[in-house]
C-alpha cells in the first residue's frame, strides 16, 4: 500500500473524514489500495478500527456528508494542497503523522520559509490586539504565520499577515 496510489482529491476526502484524527488517515493510507478500496471497505474499516459506536456514527455521518463538504470548499475561497504537492512543506513531511492536506491563504510557499508560531486567548483583550499590530509587522518579511486557526490571537494575527 503507498500514499502515491491516492490522487490528491482522494487525499482530500481522506483527510475531511480524519481531520481531528491523522493516525486514522494515515493508516487508510496504509491499508487499502485505494480510495475506491476504501469506500468498498468502509463498514468492516468502521467496525475493526473505531471502538466506540458513537465515534462509529460520527465518521458514517462525516462520510456521508462528504460530498457536501467538498461542494462547500469548492464554493469557498480556501485554497488546499495535499502531501503531492511540490510545495508541501519538506519539515511538515518529517512528522510522523503528517497531514495529508493543507488549507492556506496567501503564498503557499510562505510555508517553507521560517515561521512564527502565534498562539494566544480566544478571547483578545484590546491589549493582545495592540501588541500583535505592533509586533507582528516588522517580522512579516521574515517569518510565516503558523497557528490552528483558532479565534482570537490567532485569527488577529493572520487577518495581520494578510494586511501585510
Known amino acids: 500500500m503507498s500514499i502515491q496510489n491516492f490522487t490528491a482529491q482522494d487525499l482530500l476526502n481522506i483527510h475531511l473524514l480524519c481531520y481531528d484524527n491523522p493516525k486514522r488517515a494515515h493508516l487508510i493510507v496504509s491499508t487499502f489500495n485505494s480510495y475506491a478500496d476504501f ?6 474499516f468502521i467496525t475493526t478500527t473505531i471502538p466506540q459506536q ?9 462520510y456521508d456528508a462528504l460530498s457536501a463538504t467538498l461542494t462547500d470548499i469548492q464554493n469557498s475561497a480556501a485554497s488546499w494542497i495535499s502531501i503531492h504537492d511540490p510545495h508541501y512543506p519538506s519539515l511538515l513531511r518529517e512528522i510522523t503523522h503528517y497531514p495529508l492536506v493543507l488549507f492556506f491563504a496567501g503564498q503557499i510557499g510562505l510555508a517553507s520559509s521560517p515561521q512564527l ?5 480566544r ?13 507582528l509587522p516588522p517580522l512579516f518579511p521574515h517569518f510565516g504565520i503558523t ?3 483558532a479565534d482570537g490571537v490567532d485569527t488577529l ?3 495581520e499577515a494578510l494586511q501585510h
Open 39 to 44: 469506500e468498498t471497505h468502509l463498514g468492516d
Open 54 to 62: 458513537r465515534h462509529q456514527r460520527h465518521f458514517q455521518q462525516r
Open 117 to 121: 508560531a502565534v498562539v494566544g486567548s
Open 123 to 135: 478571547k483578545c483583550s484590546p491589549y493582545a490586539k495592540q501588541v500583535i499590530q505592533s509586533l
Open 147 to 149: 497557528s490552528g486557526l
Open 157 to 159: 494575527a493572520h487577518t
